[in-house]
């Protein structure tokens, strides 16, 4: 690979190449390779000019847009890395994730930025498209890197209570993005960016795109509901999407429209249910739908499988190694298992992440040289490789858990909960009422004479920790089960009903839309929610199962809430009142503009 192998790098070839090409879009800003090139250049001036250079860190606070492209970019050209941040974090995470990635700027949006707090010295903010288009084309001072330096930290959880940053070298990006495996994208291909900045399978859904001369078309929701997701990839044409595990269920239940438009799906985060994938596939039969396998230390996709109807009848397989990604079955003296046996699945090759960020020891824990292969990271997950080399998933080998795609070590949460001084002992597991939908589970032992409330301990550790963190549902207990050696028995608590899920006292008579709202609050919860004052959050709701509502209600009254309206509103009255001001609304238009 020469130095030039570099994301930026191959844009600028683009822009050369096919200048007035699409590159990214999110509707109301349209750039082509030329804009987003100059874009670029403009903007790492400015950031040269700010002290940016390699080695920097720089964060990124911005909502989901063309500007956000171009700052990425505008960082890696001036030669620094990117740090991204979810403005849906409470801000004392923000704080402590700027400070070990060692954040001197952050670049993003003017209102995102003052909430965060940040110091305004330490912020850039950023125009529209991404760079004031009366800044001068001095490109002078843009470095410029190579693919053995840090492009990207990404946070995940760490079971010490501690988030760990990723390191996430430029080549692996590159191979990620010129060697989809068998993924198919060329200039006529559009990908939708619709995932969080934070979350792995942006940097597929931004730079696979770029790197290969096709086009981004942007979501402009923060959190895009269902039936935005579909409008979104009817009227940009997106022929390529990626989606959580939990998602596609989601989606493949109701049969949504989305997957008569794509070409291709790729799925990934969770074992891939053969049910959903075989209804899928049956009603579309078209869609090449792939599972795609991989943590976020190995660049979004370490194996991918195109998923045949008949893989459909048992547990879906991971596939075979993309590009330039190795998989290796070990045991536990780091020698490959009998064939056909399940082992740890190591990952090694061009794709691996260079580490942790400040954490030596837990690099050198997970990341080892191994005999006769080089460097190979240690998954945690347990596979078996098939006769003919395709991966099969076989669990984990530790407590690390999977909550709507959002990779959750239970140490970070019990951590943060053994910090509240009524709490003595707590325990975090994943409770699944059904295969499509998983609640993250406190069990906690309360501290001598105190009595811990869910809702006061919940609101508390939303203060500090992202809400995907944030357990869902709670149990009180005497004292955690033990296994017979001794340890907190985590079987025994993800299997246990809990107690506190009986029907909810009824106080009130509903009126008929909040009777609608709550049978499609209960359909989500399953658990019946019987009072107008029911909060959704409290309920044991998260924005997944908002999004069920939300498509459910628009089904039942043909009213659309917003996820933003739905979660800033959350009782089944304030619910009921948007709905109805809707109807009202819709009632009053003049016949034929209703729509
Ligand atoms: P991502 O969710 O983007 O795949 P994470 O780093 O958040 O990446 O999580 C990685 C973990 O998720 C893997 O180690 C594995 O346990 C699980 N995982 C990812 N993809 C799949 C899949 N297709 N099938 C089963 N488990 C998966």
Known sequence: MSAADTVPALIARHAEERPQALAVTDGTTVLTYRELADATERLATVLTARGIGPGSA????????????????????????????????????????TEDAGVRLTLGDKAL?????????????????????????????????????????????GSTGRPKGVRIPHGAIVDLTTAPGGITLGPRDRVLFHSTVTFDASTFELWAPLARGAAV??????????????????????????????????????????????????????????????????????????????PTEGTTFTSLHRVDPADCTGPIPIGRPAGGARTLVLDEHLAPVRPGTVGELWIAGARIADGYLNRPELTAERFREVPGVGRAYRS??????????????????????????FRIEPGEVEHALLQFPEIAEAAVVVRRPGLADAALTACVVPAEGTRPHADTLRARLAERLPAHLVPTSWTVLAALPLTTSGKVDRRALATDTDPDAGPAARDAELTPIQQAVADAWSRALGRPVTTPAADFLAEGGHSLLAMWVVDDLREDLGVELSLADFLGHPTVAAQADLLERS?????????????
């Open 58 to 97: 720089v964060g990124l606070l911005c909502a989901r847009s063309t500007r956000l492209v171009v700052a990425q970019l505008a960082v890696w050209r001036a030669g620094g890395h990117v740090v991204p941040l979810d403005p849906a974090y409470p801000r004392p995470r923000i704080a402590e994730m």
């Open 113 to 157: 930025l003052a909430e965060a707090g940040l110091p305004e010295e330490q912020t850039l903010v950023l125009a529209e498209r991404g760079a004031d288009d009366d800044l001068e084309d001095v490109v002078a001072g843009a470095v410029g890197v190579g693919p053995a330096a840090t492009a990207l930290v990404l946070y995940t959880s």
């Open 217 to 294: 078309a942007v979501s402009p929701a923060d959190r895009p509901t269902a039936e935005e997701l579909a409008a979104d990839v009817e009227r940009f044409g997106v022929t390529t999407l990626v989606l959580t595990t939990a998602l596609f269920h989601h989606l493949a239940a109701r049969q949504s429209r989305i997957f008569g438009v794509l070409r291709t799906l790729i799925v990934g985060g969770e074992a891939l249910s053969p049910d959903h994938a075989g209804a899928v596939l049956r009603a579309f039969p078209w869609l090449e739908l792939v599972n795609g396998y991989g």
């Open 380 to 405: 945690g997950d347990l596979a078996l490789e098939r006769p003919d080399g395709v991966l099969e998933f076989h669990g984990r080998v530790d407590d690390q858990v999977k909550v709507r795609g």
């Open 583 to 595: 109807l009202r609304d819709a009632d009053a238009q003049p016949q034929g503009a209703a729509r």
